[in-house]
């Protein structure tokens, strides 16, 4: 199998209205401690990008937050993790996280954890990466936008389709099996030369 050292998550940096949201984000850090797998995220300490990163450590997991220096201050900066980055700009954290992760997955969250996801998104279906991408979505949260993926590609807009199938877990355990799969399938891949 496979090992995945690093993984990236993308979720909100507040709670959302429906307590699953929470309580999938604390069994998914839970899931990531117990596999020894690093969580590397947004670095806040609200909301479910909060709950995931405290979970990971109270469980006796590995955290890196990266966050901007300009929302240390407002998201409050996790400052139990073992390695917080503080970059000059968004761009720059979005960089880091790519580089340090092995995977991504997104949980709930608002417009940020949607641009984040889309950008890995794009630079799979450009072949910048074969990095799994999962989307985690629980209670349905998701399905809105698979159903936008779904017009883009009946529309023939997504030529790279293959970077939209097997792409939901509708639950926390599902996710690294899911990876996993994607790791493998990559790796089975012929070379292009």
Sequence with gaps: MIKISNVCVYCGSSPGTNPHFIEAARDFGKVLAENKINLVYGGGSFGVMGALATAVLDHGGTVTGIIPEALVARERALSRVQEMVVTRDMHERKRLMFERSDAFVALPGGIGTLEELVEQLTWAQLAHHKKPIVLCSIDSFWSPLLETFARMKAA????????????????????????HRKMAAAAAEPVRT
């Design 156 to 179: 023939g807009f997504v030529y790279n389709s293959g970077i939209l199938d097997d792409v939901i877990s509708n639950n926390v355990a599902g996710i690294l099996p899911l990876i």
